[in-house]
């Protein structure tokens, strides 16, 4: 690690980190000669190998469908299955499981919503969105807004990165139906001030949407603390597999919302001239479902939730602090988004180097960053950048990691300005 006096120090002896890397196989490989450095986590975590292990097991020894085989192998799936529904119900504190919905990811959980609430909306209704949402949290109500003349209206954001809240009141107005927010910015890091948020929307009666894609991985998320409407989370951004998501909603919402896809499963009863719906959950799940990722994600809950919370946090802010002092030290380096309030996470811009160069030299050091729009095309309208480097740091990072990329940052400056 570094002694730099810009840096502040680093006390990683509070937190176990060697241990915590143990747990995850994928950590510990070379890449082109170097040992990897994963710093992409903001795309997707690495699993542990009790996730992998799960997966195999299941693969193994229970594979069937789930709710509708009598044999003793459906059972173990099922069994396994509603266990996880259980899991994720703790982990955000959903007041049941019937407010659970299993999808494919958050793309598919906002989705969900704009399709199936979105029905009831009608044109010159309102949604309020900000201007800082990843593509899954805009394009899903522009596609709305074609279907049925719904308008969007965006909280405006500050050069800082943050939220214009004093903006939000001007927003709102008796045709708003929806406000839909991401809880954390994947591009900026920003953590946003979700309560104040939603304290507001319920003063207009409004339901709020929060993307919690970026915000599972690194906070604690309590749903009825909230007092959030839904809540949409990815299983592989917080150490699960992929293809398999949550949606959480509201029981007496989800209650008056129209099925979103039909099929196996989520009937009642069909004949040739109409078909009678399930209950909750099972009314938003048509179809088979990623019964071994549901069931992954519910061992990649578990071994979260199995974690001391505040000293993840308080470990992932000392990373922060730690690579945010370090690549200010880079000469051309600016940092995109310097909210107060950030997640492990730090975007940045470097003076007549593209990030995608930028990210082809770090990857032969070993080093993996995204570099890209991150989805997030109008922040990098916002700033006058095509695209940035973003390096997105987990529980497993380690600070002489961000000693490398400040090394690899100086030699990709020297090679390629
Ligand atoms: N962001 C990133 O590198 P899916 O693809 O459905 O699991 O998640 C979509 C999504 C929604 N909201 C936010 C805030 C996100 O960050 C993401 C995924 C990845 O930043 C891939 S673009």
Not at 13 to 20: A, L, N, Y
Not at 297 to 316: K, N, S, T
Request: aromatic share 8%.
């Amino acid at each position: 690690m570094s002694t730099s006096s810009a840096a502040p120090t680093l006390h990683a002896s509070t937190w176990d980190v060697e241990c915590i890397r143990a747990d995850f196989p994928t950590l510990n490989q070379q890449v082109h000669g170097h040992p990897l450095a994963y710093l992409d986590n903001g795309a997707t975590t690495q699993k542990p190998q009790v996730v992998i292990d799960t997966l195999t097991r299941y693969y193994q020894n229970d594979n069937a469908n789930v709710h509708r085989g009598v044999h003793l192998l459906a059972e173990r799936a099922t069994r396994d299955y509603e266990a996880a529904r259980e899991q994720v119900r703790r982990f955000i504190n959903a007041a049941s499981t019937r407010e659970i919905i299993f999808v494919r990811g958050t793309t598919e959980a906002i989705n969900l919503v704009a399709s199936s609430f979105g029905q009831r909306l009608q044109a010159g209704d309102e949604i309020i969105l900000t201007a800082m949402e990843h593509h899954a949290n805009i394009v899903p109500w522009q596609l709305l807004r074609e279907r049925t003349g719904v308008v969007l209206r965006f909280i405006p954001i500050t050069p800082q990165g943050e939220l214009e809240l004093e903006r939000l009141p001007e927003l709102f107005n008796a045709r708003t139906r929806l406000l839909a927010c991401t809880h954390v910015s994947n591009a900026l890091g920003t953590i946003n001030p979700v309560e104040a948020i939603i304290a507001q929307a319920k003063a207009y009666n409004v339901p709020v949407l929060l993307d919690g894609a970026q915000a599972t991985p690194h906070l604690r998320v309590d749903v009825q603390a909230l007092d959030c409407d839904f809540y949409c989370f990815s299983g592989h951004k917080v150490f699960g597999p992929t293809g398999i998501g949550v949606l959480y909603g509201r029981e007496t919402l989800l209650e008056s919302m129209p099925p979103y896809q039909g099929g196996g499963d989520m009937i009642r009863t069909v004949s040739l001239e109409k078909s009678t719906f399930a209950g909750l959950p099972y009314k938003f799940e048509a179809g088979t479902p990623n019964i071994g990722g549901v069931i992954g994600l519910g061992a990649a809950l578990a071994y979260v939730m199995a974690l001391d919370g505040e000293a993840v946090e308080r470990y992932e802010q000392q990373l922060l602090a730690y690579a945010t002092a370090r690549l200010q030290e880079v000469p051309g380096l600016s940092i995109i988004g310097q909210a107060a309030n950030k997640v492990s996470l730090v975007a940045f811009v470097m003076e007549d180097v593209h990030p995608h160069d930028l990210g082809t030299i770090l990857d032969h050091e070993g080093l993996a960053v995204r570099g890209g729009h991150h989805c997030a095309m109008p922040i990098m309208s916002y700033y006058g950048v095509p695209a940035t480097t973003r390096a997105s740091m987990a529980f497993y990072n380690r600070p002489d990691e961000i000693d490398r990329l400040f090394e690899g940052l100086l030699k990709a400056r020297k090679l390629l300005s």
